[in-house]
């Protein structure tokens, strides 16, 4: 079951006694919105599929009232495929320092919106978790969550897919001189994503240390690893802004990379994005279609998609049938 922004999300899969269903399209009553499914689904094991893009906000509403619809309509098990899980970046509440200087820095972070200061913010992502839960959810089938820990936030299960296997995959049959390459990762929490490719690909890895003094906005860059005269690629789980991985680019020039790659799993390319890639040093900036790409690859040639949906169907199929999904951490179906 797919909802409209998912159309190019091109999901492929045949089983006889999983319900796929149609819904009609939302109507907007006032501030309201209605889903009715198309068909019966008592006793049918249903997978709803809608990512956390576009229309953030309405597409999570649509999806937990579809949730609830296919629930209350007797249906055995209702699987949520969701390949962009929203809200995933706020996944914790950021700390304030102690001592004597809270209140400056309170009163500070209030004045310049400095976020990583924000004693109040919200643990979104959490909220989302109970919103499923509570929805009548049984299942999530999710891809490269921004923090893996995000999976205890359920009490129910949850199978968090990695993009890795179509990655390698992309890097030997795109990147010729692939053996010349080092795997970068544009901030230290994505060392452990990087090492793993790096040891699969038997190339060395390197990070950069980023600072920031407000969202979106890099403070000062240090590479640590080297980079001279090979093929850098960076990889990254999402980009927003590409603030970051354009600094990043800039950075692994300046140190003497020959050619700069960047592979992504979630592609949001907000605000100034396309304009930043288009005039950045990329050779090519890959990305999956968690988040439908088309319109960004119609404005910035430089984008190139991964088609992962035949994980998610392998994935969909293997939970129907009762069969283990680990395969898919490390292998691709196709």
């Known amino acids: 079951m797919t909802s409209p922004p998912m159309k190019s999300f091109s999901f492929c899969i045949f089983i006889e006694a999983a ?168 901030d230290a929490g994505g060392a452990k994503r990087v090492t793993s490719i790096a040891d699969r690909l038997n190339v060395e890895f390197a990070l950069i240390h980023k600072e920031r003094k407000k969202a979106n906005e890099v403070a000062s860059m240090v590479l640590v690893g080297d980079v001279k005269d090979k093929i850098a690629i960076l990889v990254d789980d999402m980009a927003d802004t590409c603030g970051t991985i354009v600094h990043a680019a800039d950075r692994l020039v300046e140190a003497g990379a020959t050619k700069v790659y960047a592979i992504l799993t979630h592609g949001i390319f907000s605000g100034p994005a396309i304009s930043r890639i288009n005039n950045a040093c990329f050779e090519a900036v890959v990305v999956t279609n968690t988040i439908p790409q088309d319109g960004h690859m119609r404005d910035c040639p430089k984008i190139q998609c991964i088609d992962v949906s035949m994980m998610f169907a392998e994935a969909v199929r293997r939970t129907h049938n009762g069969e283990s999904v680990s395969y898919l951490f490390s292998n691709v179906p196709y």
């Open 19 to 186: 319900a796929f269903l149609s819904a009609k399209q939302k109507n907007k009553r006032g501030l309201s919105e209605t889903v009715e499914i198309g068909e019966s689904v008592r006793g049918e094991d249903v997978y709803i599929v809608q990512s956390g893009s576009g229309e953030i906000n309405d597409n999570l509403m649509e999806l937990l009232i579809m949730i609830n619809a296919c629930k209350i309509a007797s249906a055995s098990r209702v699987t949520a495929v969701i390949p962009c899980f929203p809200y995933a970046r706020q996944d914790k509440k950021d700390k304030l320092p102690g001592g004597e200087e809270k209140d400056e820095r309170a009163k500070l972070a209030k004045k310049n919106y400095d976020w990583k200061f924000r004693s109040r913010a919200p643990i979104s992502a959490k909220l989302v978790a109970n919103m499923l839960s509570v929805a009548g959810a049984d299942h999530i089938i999710t891809m490269d969550l921004h923090a893996s820990q995000i999976q205890g936030f359920f009490d129910i299960p949850v199978d968090n897919l990695y993009a890795e296997p179509a990655v390698l995959k992309w890097i030997k049959e795109n990147i010729p001189e692939w053996k010349n390459s080092i795997i970068v990762s544009p």
